[in-house]
């Protein structure tokens, strides 16, 4: 049937492109069904996805408070059980029913206020609050599955047609490019400079601001992800300070993708939200337009598959908000379970609680296993011929520049790939790891990068970095200029 035909479907949804998950996974997916099948018919036992942020599936624990609660309010009848209290935290009980009555007919299995519920919005703004210094009102929060869904209904409300653009970082969490190209809108890179770890300069701002309307378009607004995916750099207080700056002359939207700020491990910076920041420079509600986007899927709890987040909408018109609410009603609500998580990672157990000192044990634990696979993984690749690595002052990721052979760059044209890709798919031919290439993350011309996530458990890290090792010394002999 002709309108089967893929020239017939919505040009924008070809253009759009989402790399992490992108022809490498697929490959990957087909690696891990033939050594199921045919165990032994690879030089490696084993698939290790290093490509996407998703703790869990690597082997990340779930933090216990946050899912005693969860269970108990997914099953409240267990609440009245004696057992109960043999089997889950005094102080989980006591949150979960907390919760259980802040959600209508204590039925979280029903659908809730599509801007979240309300008690749980309650919590969120408190644990803003405690983060920032600053009031938060829960009414300019709305729980969404994920930060996704907050970044598309963005999308939605600040693009028209493709003469509005979005300033967007180069290299980019590919969300960003994905969601723009949805809503026919123009991405507008600036890019960040890999020379001085990643930095966001504001000259290079101002740039590709003029540069765009140049062109006849109109930029609404100005992408920051802090700490970075996929390059991990965390940004300065002055840095953030010229940022806001920066948007609040040229009236733009600054969305803030701060679902890392969990996720610092240099003992010089520290993640500071730019609610706070522009708070603290005196700009209020009607000097400033913000979205502060947050999730559960990353930080120490990296809960991906209970889809949690939320997005704060500050400096924005109660006309405009109204729109906001009616594009989130069409979807109706969030997952219940992620917006009771979000309300726990916002106001988890404190000083005096009875999980306090188990909770703190987990999250400390996690969050300096990381920071040594990050070091680890940061010194393997710089070790590497050709391979230059910033440090990862954060976020879950490295975002190495490879400088390949002349060889290697032709054998991928051949293959009708980019080089990065080339690399990358190598790799994955050769160790069973998976990696994206820079390519889906935008890059400057004629440079090369792949992303790799620190996520595999620190057990398994020598043998990761044993396997780059191997692969890339033979890599580069085989295409040796």
Not at 326 to 332: E, I, M, T
Not at 367 to 387: C, Q
């Amino acid at each position: 049937m002709a309108f089967c035909a893929l020239e017939n479907i919505n040009p924008k949804v070809l253009k759009c492109q989402y790399a992490v998950r992108g022809e490498i996974v697929t490959l990957a997916q087909q690696l891990q069904q033939e050594i199921k099948a045919n165990p032994g018919s690879h030089p490696f036992d084993e698939i290790l996805y290093c490509n996407i942020g998703n703790p869990q599936s690597l082997g990340q624990q779930p933090i216990t408070f946050f899912r005693e609660v969860l269970a108990l309010c997914d099953h409240p009848a267990i609440l009245d059980r004696s057992e109960t209290r043999c089997l889950f935290s005094v102080d989980a009980i006591k949150r979960a029913s907390q919760i259980l009555d802040q959600i209508p007919g204590r039925a979280p299995g029903a659908y809730s206020h599509s801007q979240g519920t309300k008690g749980l919005r309650d919590a969120i703004a408190t644990g803003i609050e405690a983060r920032d210094g600053f009031a938060a009102d829960p009414n300019d929060i709305f729980l969404t599955d994920g930060a996704s869904p907050g970044v598309h209904m963005m999308m939605q409300l600040l693009i028209s047609s493709e003469k509005d653009g979005i300033l967007c970082p180069i290299p980019q969490y590919p969300l960003y490019s994905a969601s723009i190209a949805l809503h026919g809108g123009t991405l507008v890179p600036y890019y960040l400079d890999e020379a001085a770890g990643w930095g966001l300069e504001i000259s290079e701002l101002k740039k590709q601001l003029e540069a765009a309307k140049s062109k006849g378009i109109t930029v609404r607004s100005l992408v920051v992800i802090n700490p970075g995916n996929p390059t991990g750099q965390v940004l300065t207080e002055d840095n953030q300070r010229k940022i806001v700056e920066f948007c609040k002359e040229e009236g733009l939207v600054l969305l803030a993708d701060e679902v890392y700020q969990e996720n610092v491990y240099v003992p010089d910076k520290k993640f500071h939200s730019f609610k706070k920041i522009s708070r603290t420079m005196g700009y209020g509600e009607k000097d400033f337009a913000l979205v502060s986007f947050q999730s559960v899927s990353k930080g120490y709890y990296g809960e991906c598959g209970k889809r949690g987040g939320y997005m704060e909408v500050t400096g924005f018109s109660p006309q405009i908000k109204e729109q906001i609410y009616k594009v989130a009603s069409v979807n109706l609500c969030s997952s219940i379970s992620g917006q009771i998580l979000v309300s726990l990672v916002m106001n988890p157990p404190k000083v005096g609680d009875d999980s306090y000192e188990s909770y703190l044990a987990e999250k400390n634990g996690i969050l300096s296993s990381l920071a040594r696979r990050a070091k680890a993984l940061e010194d393997a690749f710089n070790s590497l011929e050709g391979v230059t690595c910033n440090k990862a002052e954060g976020a879950m990721y490295l975002f190495p520049r490879i400088r390949l052979p002349q060889k290697a760059i032709k054998a991928a044209e051949a293959a009708k790939t980019a080089p990065d890709a080339f690399y990358c798919r190598s790799l994955l031919n050769a160790t069973g790891i998976v990696v994206v290439a820079g390519t889906g993350f935008g890059q400057v011309h004629g440079t090369w990068h792949f992303r790799c996530t620190i996520l595999p458990q620190e057990d398994k890290i020598p043998a990761v970095i044993s396997r780059l090792k191997a692969f890339h010394r033979g890599f580069m002999h085989e295409f040796h200029d």
